[in-house]
Nanobody
């Protein structure tokens, strides 16, 4: 079993920054794509960013490209989402997730391709 625990959410003014962390337990961290998704009230869960198993490739939603950065430390079993220039429309619950299959980047943007999820952390950006 894999457990993912997010931290770092909070309330910030527009233009500010937050750093989200995801700590994974268990041995099954390396070899998998890790992703961040978010869900705002009344909306579907949407892709934010993903990173391949070695960290050599990263993917971003157009809405966050240039403002958010995803990174990972396999030695520490952690994934980080650095969020800069935050906007009110970034307000949502943010979730960390681990892919279903090893060494597979197919449909990294789809929640269906992820097997394990954290409990989420709230990010609120005030205008």
């Amino acid at each position: 079993q894999v457990q993912l625990v997010e931290s770092g959410g909070g309330l910030v003014q527009a233009g500010g920054s937050l750093r989200l962390s995801c700590a994974a337990s268990g041995r099954t961290f390396s070899g998998y794509v890790m992703g961040w998704f978010r869900q705002a009230p009344g909306k579907e869960r949407e892709f934010v960013a993903a990173i391949t198993w070695g960290g050599s490739s990263t993917y971003y939603a157009d809405s966050v490209k240039g403002r958010f950065t995803i990174s990972r430390d396999n030695a520490k079993n952690t994934v980080v989402l650095q969020m800069n220039s935050l906007k009110p429309e970034d307000t949502a619950v943010y979730y960390c997730a681990r892919a279903r299959r090893t060494y597979d980047t197919t449909r990294y943007y789809s929640p269906d391709e992820y097997e394990y999820w954290g409990q989420g952390t709230q990010v609120t950006v005030s205008s």
